[in-house]
């Protein structure tokens, strides 16, 4: 954001013209409602935000902040102040540059006499790096629940950055809406009342999920790697329209995407984009932490995505039966894309540019879960009764598993088992490269530990996928272990987890991945203990990923 500094002055009472009266009158008074946060680190930069809350929104106000190293050593400390107002809905983000390599900070601001609460962030280590502690986040519906394990996040010893890998808010309404059967969902229904698609919406959205005190606790702990998923925007977007959106009565999609984005970078820790890259390309970027990683994040939802293939809508039925083989071939079209030739390319130049410079690890971070999920036979697989506790409709969608399951198909359409020849791609870059990628994945509302194979069976990756923060999962619904029956009928999945709340912890060193699947007690009161659900290691193996052993 560009400062008019002589405007920041006179805004703070500063400038040497501003006149004592003005110097001297009564401020129409600010608040910080929303916490503050910090993001993208590198080794010398990261971004610092917050939002200041007007008494009236219609006037800039002047800001100042300060950034001051943990270790009180001498040097290091910046400060600096700017102007803010309605057209970035008051909301801050300073990207400092200048700071050193590997070091801790405490930030804050202060707006018209009033001080924000204090952050502590981090840029990464440059050279050599003994470990590194993850987080990764996803899919936080607000009505579902309670925010525990961003609390859970915010109380851990030690974590160097968190990753939210998408669905970080949810676009639905009110009544009758997704998760508003929620215990909860009366004291937490969203704002404003209805799905949102307008500038004023988006903000509303984000303002209320950024008023969660366990999330700003997690924000104000350690700076965030944000991506985007489908919600941010609608229910399973993708480059030109979504499944939630319906242009007769909500608009032009490109209108409407171009809105959410804008929000989003307002309200988040995303440093904004370089010169000539729109807002959606700008979210794929990179991230080295010393000799140990290269962190890279994904965007498969709105540059290049085709439009999600649907067992409902697009399966061809020949005398009364499912045509697979036809499905098949849909699928198996190599111009459907989930991502551009471009990200492609550059997926590949940074896998191979962090294994050539000898790093242990390749962290990706994708929106949607990569393994090759099959569906369960609910005749088979399910245990008797398991579908009892489904309405009518649910209990038909599910029966409808039974010959797409016997024929081995995917589960998520949604998720890279719907664009598979995309997917072999990106393994085929990757084994080129050399590299020992580690997938870390949202959406899926559940917890999983797969090893990742190409079409030849060669183990190419591993991949663990957070479960929600709040929003419901398989396991909640069927009341049974369905996670079980993924990881029966799924050659890639390791482990499956459909009920538990919570994320999973990375803890990365040169000679071992240890992931920790975290899950909180309830998200249907305040008070909630935190356990690992499992944990599982995976070492390095020649060029590649050895395979996940539990710990």
Same mark, same amino acid.
């Not at 366990?214 to 499944?243: M, R, Y």
């Not at 794929?284 to 085709?306: H, K, N, P, Y």
């Not at 909640?476 to 029966?488: Q, R």
């Given at each position: 954001?560009?400062?008019?500094?002589?405007?920041?002055?006179?805004?703070?009472?500063?400038?040497?013209?501003?006149?004592?009266?003005?110097?001297?009158?009564?401020?129409?008074?600010?608040?910080?409602?929303?916490?503050? @946060?910090?993001?993208?680190?590198?080794? %010398?930069?990261?971004?610092?935000?917050?939002?200041?809350?007007?008494?009236?929104?219609?006037?800039?106000?002047?800001?100042?902040?300060?950034?001051?190293?943990?270790?009180?050593?001498?040097?290091?400390?910046?400060?600096?102040?700017?102007?803010?107002?309605?057209?970035?809905?008051?909301?801050?983000?300073?990207?400092?540059?200048?700071?050193? @390599?590997?070091?801790?900070?405490?930030?804050?601001?202060?707006?018209?006499?009033?001080?924000?609460?204090?952050?502590?962030?981090?840029?990464?280590?440059?050279?050599?790096?003994? %470990?590194?502690?993850?987080?990764?986040?996803?899919?936080?519906?607000?009505?579902?629940?309670?925010?525990?394990?961003?609390?859970?996040?915010?109380?851990?010893?030690?974590?160097?950055?968190?990753?939210?890998?998408?669905?970080?808010?949810?676009?639905?309404?009110?009544?009758?809406?997704?998760? $508003?059967?929620?215990?909860?969902?009366?004291?937490?229904?969203?704002?404003?009342?209805?799905?949102?698609?307008?500038?004023?919406?988006?903000?509303?959205?984000?303002?209320?999920?950024?008023?969660?005190?366990?999330?700003?606790?997690?924000?104000?702990?350690?700076?965030?790697?944000?991506?985007?998923?489908?919600?941010?925007?609608?229910?399973?977007?993708?480059?030109?329209?979504?499944?939630?959106?319906?242009?007769?009565?909500?608009?032009?999609?490109?209108?409407?995407?171009?809105?959410?984005?804008?929000?989003?970078?307002?309200?988040?820790?995303?440093?904004?984009?370089?010169?000539?890259?729109?807002?959606?390309? @700008?979210?794929?970027?990179?991230?080295?932490?010393?000799?140990?990683?290269?962190?890279?994040?994904?965007?498969?939802?709105?540059?290049?995505?085709?439009?999600?293939?649907?067992?409902?809508?697009?399966?061809? #039925? #020949?005398?009364?039966?499912?045509?697979?083989?036809?499905?098949?071939?849909?699928?198996?079209?190599?111009?459907?894309?989930? $991502?551009?030739?471009?990200?492609?390319?550059?997926?590949?130049?940074?896998?191979?540019?962090?294994?050539?410079?000898?790093?242990?690890?390749?962290?990706?971070?994708?929106?949607?879960?990569?393994?090759?999920?099959?569906?369960?036979?609910?005749?088979?697989?399910?245990?008797?009764?398991?579908? %009892?506790?489904?309405?009518?409709?649910?209990?038909?969608? #599910?029966?409808?598993?039974?010959?797409?399951?016997?024929?081995? $198909?995917?589960?998520?359409?949604?998720?890279?088992?719907?664009?598979?020849?995309?997917?072999?791609?990106?393994?085929?870059?990757?084994?080129?490269?050399?590299?020992?990628?580690?997938?870390?994945?949202?959406?899926?509302?559940?917890?999983?530990?797969?090893?990742?194979?190409?079409?030849?069976?060669?183990?190419?990756?591993?991949?663990?996928?957070?479960?929600?923060?709040?929003?419901?999962?398989?396991?909640?619904?069927?009341?049974?272990?369905?996670?079980?029956?993924?990881?029966?009928?799924?050659?890639?999945?390791?482990?499956?987890?459909?009920?538990?709340?919570?994320?999973?912890?990375?803890?990365?060193?040169?000679?071992?991945?240890?992931?920790?699947? $975290?899950?909180?007690?309830?998200?249907?009161?305040?008070?909630?203990?935190?356990?690992?659900?499992?944990?599982?290691?995976?070492?390095?193996?020649?060029?590649?990923?050895?395979?996940?052993?539990?710990?």
């Amino acid at each position: 954001m560009r400062i008019d500094r002589r405007k920041a002055l006179t805004l703070l009472g500063l400038g040497a013209a501003t006149p004592a009266t003005a110097q001297t009158a009564k401020p129409l008074g600010v608040t910080f409602q929303h916490g503050v @946060a910090s993001g993208d680190p590198t080794q %010398d930069r990261v971004v610092l935000w917050t939002r200041i809350t007007p008494e009236s929104p219609h006037r800039d106000i002047a800001y100042a902040w300060s950034l001051n190293p943990v270790d009180r050593r001498a040097g290091g400390a910046r400060k600096g102040s700017g102007v803010t107002g309605p057209d970035r809905d008051f909301t801050v983000k300073v990207d400092v540059g200048g700071l050193d @390599a590997g070091r801790a900070y405490t930030f804050a601001f202060t707006a018209e006499g009033v001080t924000s609460p204090t952050g502590r962030t981090r840029t990464l280590p440059d050279g050599p790096t003994r %470990d590194a502690v993850i987080a990764t986040t996803s899919c936080a519906l607000y009505p579902n629940g309670y925010f525990n394990a961003y609390q859970a996040i915010a109380d851990l010893p030690r974590v160097d950055v968190v990753l939210a890998l998408g669905d970080y808010i949810y676009e639905y309404g009110g009544a009758g809406t997704y998760g $508003m059967d929620s215990p909860v969902a009366g004291e937490r229904p969203h704002d404003p009342p209805h799905e949102i698609v307008t500038l004023a919406d988006y903000r509303r959205r984000h303002a209320q999920y950024k008023s969660d005190p366990a999330l700003q606790a997690a924000h104000a702990k350690a700076p965030w790697i944000v991506a985007w998923d489908d919600h941010e925007t609608c229910n399973n977007s993708f480059s030109t329209g979504g499944q939630n959106h319906q242009p007769d009565t909500e608009g032009d999609w490109t209108a409407r995407k171009a809105t959410a984005l804008k929000a989003y970078y307002e309200w988040m820790p995303i440093r904004e984009p370089a010169a000539g890259q729109s807002l959606a390309e @700008a979210s794929a970027r990179s991230f080295r932490i010393g000799d140990l990683a290269q962190v890279i994040m994904l965007e498969t939802r709105l540059t290049a995505r085709d439009s999600q293939l649907s067992y409902d809508t697009d399966l061809p #039925v #020949v005398d009364g039966r499912p045509d697979i083989d036809a499905f098949r071939r849909k699928l198996a079209d190599p111009s459907r894309r989930i $991502m551009s030739a471009g990200q492609e390319a550059w997926l590949g130049e940074h896998l191979a540019r962090s294994a050539a410079a000898g790093h242990a690890w390749q962290v990706i971070g994708s929106g949607v879960v990569m393994g090759r999920l099959i569906l369960p036979d609910p005749d088979t697989d399910f245990p008797p009764g398991a579908l %009892d506790n489904l309405d009518e409709g649910g209990k038909r969608r #599910v029966r409808r598993w039974g010959p797409l399951a016997r024929a081995g $198909m995917p589960y998520g359409l949604d998720m890279w088992d719907g664009y598979p020849v995309d997917r072999e791609r990106v393994y085929e870059i990757a084994t080129r490269a050399g590299a020992r990628p580690v997938v870390v994945s949202g959406d899926s509302h559940a917890f999983w530990a797969n090893e990742l194979s190409d079409a030849s069976g060669k183990r190419v990756a591993v991949e663990f996928g957070t479960t929600g923060v709040t929003s419901p999962g398989g396991g909640d619904a069927l009341k049974f272990d369905i996670g079980g029956a993924f990881a029966k009928v799924s050659p890639e999945v390791v482990f499956c987890d459909q009920a538990a709340k919570g994320f999973v912890l990375l803890t990365l060193s040169h000679d071992r991945l240890k992931a920790e699947l $975290m899950a909180v007690s309830t998200i249907h009161a305040k008070a909630f203990t935190t356990r690992a659900v499992k944990t599982f290691e995976a070492r390095p193996d020649g060029k590649g990923v050895s395979a996940l052993k539990e710990v």
